[in-house]
T-cell receptor
Framework: DVKVTQSSRYLVKRTGEKVFLECVQDMDHENMFWYRQDPGLGLRLIYFSYDVKMKEKGDIPEGYSVSREKKERFSLILESASTNQTSMYLC????????????FGQGTRLTVV | GQNIDQPTEMTATEGAIVQINCTYQTSGFNGLFWYQQHAGEAPTFLSYNVLDGLEEKGRFSSFLSRSKGYSYLLLKELQMKDSASYLCAVRVLSGGYNKLIFGAGTRLAVHP
């Protein structure tokens, strides 16, 4: 069974904290993605990575950064959490050919208070 | 810009057929996906179309017309467990990379 694992299902953080969301995949996929999902807005792409140490901005990168030091791990960092970053965060991975579907993790529901 | 539209909500009866439409305006089109997402769970892959026409997979079928920027997901013999959100996603080639852009999703409620 393919697996994308996110480190936490639920997180509560305070405004101004630095927050790390971790994602690990066991499929040897080259591509990894971070989305946030909000009611009525669907999934919006924050950042993606096509190789180790490589990153590209998605559609809403402001307030976020990422790290990919190893192929299997892609981390999303909120440098200084704000209440408007309260959301469901979904990590996904896909193979490098781009011809297959993306596999998603279970999601992390982050609340910033 | 990139835009994907699908209805917000639909209802249907157990055993019936339902069609969920998706229209898109994107540049660099490189395939269309449908995902199913139950409440509180991760999206799971349902179907993929890159050429015009119908792809059938059991009770689910998906259709694509690239010239019209249009797709639909057809669910037959509806079951209660089909109550979920259905996400239309377009893969676009941008700056040499493939990105998946999602619509807001259609929440389907199946009633007895």
């Amino acid at each position: 069974d393919v697996k994308v694992t996110q480190s936490s299902r639920y997180l509560v953080k305070r405004t101004g904290e630095k927050v790390f969301l971790e994602c690990v995949q066991d499929m040897d996929h080259e591509n990894m993605f971070w989305y946030r999902q909000d009611p009525g807005l669907g999934l919006r792409l924050i950042y993606f990575s096509y190789d180790v140490k490589m990153k590209e901005k998605g559609d809403i990168p402001e307030g976020y950064s990422v790290s990919r030091e190893k192929k299997e791990r892609f981390s999303l960092i909120l440098e200084s959490a704000s209440t408007n970053q309260t959301s469901m965060y979904l990590c996904a991975s896909s193979s490098g050919t781009g011809l297959t579907e993306a596999f998603f993790g279970q999601g992390t529901r982050l609340t910033v208070v | 810009g990139q835009n994907i539209d699908q209805p917000t909500e639909m209802t249907a009866t157990e055993g019936a057929i339902v069609q969920i439409n998706c229209t898109y305006q994107t540049s660099g089109f490189n395939g269309l996906f449908w995902y199913q997402q139950h409440a509180g769970e991760a999206p799971t892959f349902l179907s993929y179309n890159v050429l015009d026409g119908l792809e059938e997979k059991g009770r689910f079928s998906s259709f694509l017309s690239r010239s019209k920027g249009y797709s639909y997901l057809l669910l037959k013999e509806l079951q209660m467990k089909d109550s979920a959100s259905y996400l239309c996603a377009v893969r676009v080639l941008s700056g040499g990379y493939n990105k998946l852009i999602f619509g807001a999703g259609t929440r389907l409620a199946v009633h007895p």
